[in-house]
Structure formats: C-alpha cells, structure tokens
C-alpha cells in the first residue's frame, strides 16, 4: 500500500489543470478553464476545470472530482494505480508500506487488472530481449538500426523483441505466477492439447508497443523480419477487455503534448510513419495502426485538436482510404487538408531522406484542402467528360452534405462554383439531395440507443421540494461547513457557529430522515467529524473515492459560469458567500416548513382510516400553528 506522506506529496505537487490538458483541449475563461466532455459526445463546452480548488466539474455526464478521480474515470485506473501514474509524472518517489496481500485483496484483483500487470511484464521481457541477449541484438537491434532508428528513439517507443523460441514469453510469465487463462486472455500465448506448454503469438518479431492515451500498454504490433514466411506481415494483439484497436491511436501517448500545443496533428497508417516523423522532430503524429479510421479515434484527436492533416501514400488504396477518412473527420466537425507523397514515398521513407525543416516545409505547401486534394483526383480520369466531371462534382458535395455547420458547408459549396464554374443554385440543390440520402442511409442501418437511467433522486426532486431543499443545505455544508456565523441566542447574545454546525443541528431535530442516500452519507462523515472537533467539507469528500460524493461535491464547488467583471463599469455584485449568515438561516427556515407541510400531509392522509379521529385533527392544528409562525420568521428573514 502507498503510504499516507507519498499521497500527501503527490496531492501536493498535482496540478489538475496539467493533469486533464493532456486529455481535454482546455481554454481559459476567468478564473477557470472550459472544453468539451471526455466522457460524452457535445458541441458546446460544458466541462469545467478550477484550479484555485484544484478540481474539475463535467455538467454534461455529471461527473466530477480531483485529479486522481479524473484518472481513474478516463484510464480506468484504480486508486493507487492513478497515485502511481501522478506520482511518476511529477517524479515524486512512491514509499510502500510492504506486507502481503491478503486472501480478499487478490480476490479482487480482476481480469482487467490482470490484463494490464501481464502486458506490462510482456512489455519488460521483449524489451529486455533486445538489449541484453544475442538473438535480439543480432537480429531485432539489428533490423531497426537497418530503418535507421537511433537508440534514443527505440527506447522512447519501448520497441523489443520476441525471441524465435516458440514459447520463450509463456515460459517466463508462468515462472512468474501468471496463470494459463490470463495469458490467453491477453492474447499473448495460445495453449492447446498439443502445445500444453503454450506458444508465443508474436515469436520471431519485432514488436510495437500500443499505449493508452496515458502510457499504458494494451496490446502489441509485431513485424515479422523472414521474407519468405507465409505469414502476416503485420500481426497485432486480439480485442480484449482493455484494447479495442477501434479505439486507440498509435502514437498518442508519445504525441498528445506536442499536438495539443501546435493545436494541429499529423494522422498516418502505420507505426513506423509515426517513429520515423519523431525522430525527425516531428511529434505531432498519430498513426490509425493499419486499420480503418474510425470515430472514436477521431475524438481522440478532437480532444487535443480540430485540426489534422492526412498523410497517404499515393498510391489507389491510399487514396481510397484518405475519401473515407475524409468524410468521417468532416462529422464530427474537423477542419482536414490532405497530402499524399511522391510515388514509391511513405511517411516514414520521405522523413528519412529529408531534413525536419524540409518535411514541414513540404508538408505545409503541398497539402490541400479536401476540395482542391478530391478535385485533382477526380478530375484527372474526367478529363473532358462531362458526365465523368459531373460525377466528381456530386462527390465532392457528398463530403460536403458531412459537414453539420451552415455557414461551413456554405462557404465549401461557395469554393466548389467558383472553382468548377457552377452556380451556387444547382449546388445548393445537390447538396440537399445528398443530405437526403445521407440521412436515408443513417436511417436504415440499425440504431442502438443507450437509454440512460435516471436516478430516482432526479425524479424526486421534480416533485419533491423537500428533498430540493435537502439537496441545497447540503451544497452549503459542502461549499461553506468551515464558514463562522454569528447568531443570537434567546437571551440576545451574541455567539459563534459554523455553517457545518447549524445545518447539522436542525437536521437532527424532530426525527427528520434525509431523503437521499448519498445525502445521508455525507451527513454521516460530517457528524463524524464534528464529534472529533473536525469541520469536514469540500475536498475532504475526494478522498473517499466515491464516485457519487465527488460529482456531488464538485457541483457544490464548480460554476457552471462566471460573473462578469462587473466592477469595472462600477456595478457591484453581491456574491453568495457575502450573504451567508442570511441565506443559510432562510433555506433551514424553508426546509423546516416544507418538512411541517409533508407531517401535515401525511395526516390528513390518514384520516380515512384512522380510528382516532380527533387526535389527527388536534395534530395538524399544532402544525398549522407551527407553519404560520415559521412563516413569520421567514418573512423577517426576507
């Protein structure tokens, strides 16, 4: 276990703004920043980072927390997991307290977590393999020196090898404790009647590393070196509980940081397009790994960067390839140019014969906006066919009809007249028909809605006021519990509370039952915390790792939007906090008389079949009496 001073440190020395910049693509605004949602898909910012409180707020999925908690949603991590990972960026060394896991503690190991220990330990041995044996230095080492990799660029991709031994790796991670099933699970070794001792999937390969955005690995690509086998050039790592290829980018935990601050990213096909541009002093380039672009690798980017510019080969798969790319990127709203390389040149072999100042150069001067880069493609088999021209300029407004922005797929269909000598009339008319059979299309493939539960409590607090008030004396108890208020006794004198204090006392009067599970759990941890003279609120509820408490507490702590600075106008604002003393006292008062309307409703309500008809009735009269004097109050509060 990681001990209480490391935690303190690495709480210390985090910085939740750094922490999710590398996720989110965050801007400014006031005293916060804002970006869309890692967690949903949105057009409009709603997710909130503060770094005064060191906190960050998603209003869109509702959820919310620290750092750490921000980790663990979008990695999966769990606790010390994302402890480790914070610990290791900011370079702050992780004291454990060493003792042995307990039987429960290795029960609740899971799969996933298992998948991720033997894909790091897999990632030590090939790595290892071709450092420190002969094999690997005579054959892997070998290879990448003859792709001309540098040392430094081999050990930044964690390249390895796997040795030609059948089931060298299995060996090793039996030796180690790993089960069979792990091992088959993870895709690393394949066990049959015949090979009960297991066979190594990648043996005799050079093997690539596929990371998470944070660095973690979940699979492997390994490329064969024997011309003459009959197997795969290229084979990767099975889908499994933690890779899923359609949603990792190759490339992206080397190159987040590098896109996100030249806010524009280079996508490319394969792993040695993306090795070959870093070690040319290009960063900002991510790789698709050989398979189809698909969406959810397009939000990968677009959490860095609307910007990005394909590199294809030119050759007709790659062309093939950049069409379909093209209209996915223009979905989700994406500003694309296209560039394709001299013929028999790829990424990788052009970054290699050329210096990084002529590759960008190239880069910058030779891509195309996707109407000039389908145009020249097109038009070049169209020469002077009208039907065939024809035929380019309705696909061109297909990849058009993508494009959801108006005022965007104006100005492309402005372009496309002005460029092919139409009017924008007809092209407007096109463009509506290819909508309509883009729409058409959409429709008829199957769709699966995820129908989100809403929590009960949501429904409660539609029709219940009480809980709504509930819900609010909790916010203060979050925000405000420290808070000192001066109060008068019965005696008129003046004495001391805190927010904490007050609410809780007029929470434990007439046997009132918290509405709200959550609610009552917070209230719990606070009356703890009072009877060790100890105001509990805010960021206290974090460490409890409860997902619910810390969305609750970071909506109590994070503003959806800021005020103005209105003073420089000379208008004044009354902030919240600066009214406390009134507020907190009116919203007890209105809860009190909510809780006495619900008693009174619950009474007459049993009326019918109550034997004792007078008593009730004798009961909502000292109600009633009790309302009308709360309402005094209340309206002196006012």
């Given at each position: ?8 440190k690495i ?16 801007k ?16 409009t910012p ?23 908690t921000?980790?663990?949603e979008?990695?999966?991590f ?17 004291e454990?307290?060493?003792?042995e ?10 799969d ?20 420190d ?13 003859e ?5 430094e ?16 790796f ?28 297991g ?8 093997i ?6 944070s ?10 070196l ?10 990767n ?6 890779y ?16 996100s601050?030249e ?14 541009l ?20 397009i939000?990968?980017?677009?959490r ?10 030119g ?15 223009l ?7 296209v ?9 990788d072999?052009?970054s ?12 910058r ?11 020249e ?17 309705r ?16 100005v ?12 924008e ?34 429904w ?17 108890l979050?925000k405000y ?6 109060r ?13 204090e ?21 209230i ?25 408490i ?11 939007h800021e005020?103005s ?17 009134k ?20 009474l007459k ?10 008593e ?8 009633n ?8 109050k ?5």
């Amino acid at each position: 276990m990681i001990t209480k001073e490391t935690i303190d440190k690495i709480f210390s020395a985090i910085r939740v703004e750094e922490i999710i910049g590398e996720y989110v693509q965050l801007k400014r605004t006031g005293s916060n920043y804002k970006g869309l949602s890692p967690f949903v898909d949105e057009k409009t910012p709603s997710f909130v980072v503060s770094p005064s409180k060191q906190i960050w707020k998603d209003f869109s999925s509702g959820k919310g927390g620290t750092a750490i908690t921000f980790l663990m949603e979008i990695e999966g991590f769990s606790y010390p997991e994302a402890l480790r990972y914070a610990a290791k960026k900011y370079g702050i060394e992780v004291e454990e307290n060493l003792r042995e896991l307990t039987e429960e503690e290795r029960k609740a190991q899971t799969d996933k977590d298992l998948l991720y220990k033997i894909h790091e330990v897999a990632n030590h041995f090939f790595q290892e393999q071709l450092y420190d044996t002969e094999e690997g230095q005579l054959i892997g080492w070998a290879y990448f020196k003859e792709r001309e990799l540098k040392s430094e660029i081999i050990k930044k991709f964690q390249l390895g090898y796997s040795p030609q031994k059948f089931n060298a790796f299995s060996q090793y991670a039996l030796n180690k404790g790993y089960g069979k099933e792990i091992l088959e699970k993870s895709g690393l070794s394949i066990f049959s009647e015949r090979n009960p001792e297991g066979i190594d999937r990648f043996r005799e390969r050079v093997i690539f590393p596929i990371q998470s955005f944070s660095g973690r690995v979940l699979g492997f690509g390994g490329r064969i070196l024997k011309s003459n086998e009959k197997s795969a050039k290229y084979l990767n790592s099975p889908e499994t509980e933690i890779y899923h290829k359609s949603q990792v980018l190759y490339g992206l935990a080397q190159s987040k940081q590098a896109i996100s601050k030249e806010n524009y990213c280079l996508l490319v096909e394969g792993y040695m397009d993306v090795i070959s541009l870093h070690q040319n002093g290009i960063e900002n380039v991510v790789a698709s790994s050989g398979t189809a672009l698909t969406t959810e690798q397009i939000k990968l980017i677009k959490r860095l960067t609307e910007n990005v510019t394909i590199l294809f080969d030119g050759d007709a798969a790659g062309i093939k390839a950049s069409f379909r790319s093209i209209d996915m990127l223009l979905s989700e709203e994406m500003n694309i140019r296209v560039l394709l390389f001299p013929e028999g040149h790829d990424p990788d072999s052009f970054s290699r014969s050329h210096s990084m100042e002529y590759v960008k150069n190239f880069i910058r001067d030779n891509s195309k906006d996707f109407i000039d880069f389908k145009a020249e493609i097109l038009l070049k088999d169209a020469e002077n066919d009208p039907i065939k021209k024809a035929e380019a300029v309705r696909d061109i407004v297909k990849s058009v009809a993508h494009v959801s922005n108006g005022l965007k797929q104006e100005v492309y269909l402005k372009q496309v007249a002005s460029q092919f000598g139409l009017t924008e009339r007809n092209l407007f008319d096109e463009l509506q028909n290819q909508k309509q059979l883009l729409s058409g299309q959409n429709q008829s493939k199957p769709k699966i809605k995820m129908v989100q539960s809403i929590p009960q409590e949501i429904w409660d607090k539609r029709i219940n006021p009480l809980l709504v008030l509930e819900e609010k004396l909790v916010e203060y108890l979050l925000k405000y519990g420290n808070r000192v208020l001066e109060r008068k006794d019965e005696q008129n004198e003046i004495y001391e509370t805190t927010v904490a204090e007050e609410i809780i006392q007029h929470l434990s009067e007439d046997d009132y039952v918290i509405q709200s599970v959550i609610n009552q759990k917070i209230i719990d941890e606070i009356k703890k915390g009072l009877k060790q003279n100890e105001i509990r609120s805010g960021n206290f509820f974090f460490g409890l790792l409860d997902e619910n408490i810390s969305g609750k507490v970071a909506d109590a702590l994070v503003e959806n939007h800021e005020i103005s600075n209105w003073r420089q106008y000379n208008i004044f604002i009354t902030k919240e906090e600066d009214l406390l003393e009134k507020i907190v006292q009116d919203v007890i008062i209105r809860h009190k008389r909510e809780y006495v309307m619900k008693m009174m409703r619950e009474l007459k309500n049993n009326l019918d079949t109550a034997n004792d008809k007078v008593e009730i009735y004798q009961k909502i009269i000292k109600l009633n009496e009790l309302k009308n004097q709360i309402d005094e109050k209340l309206f002196r509060v006012l």
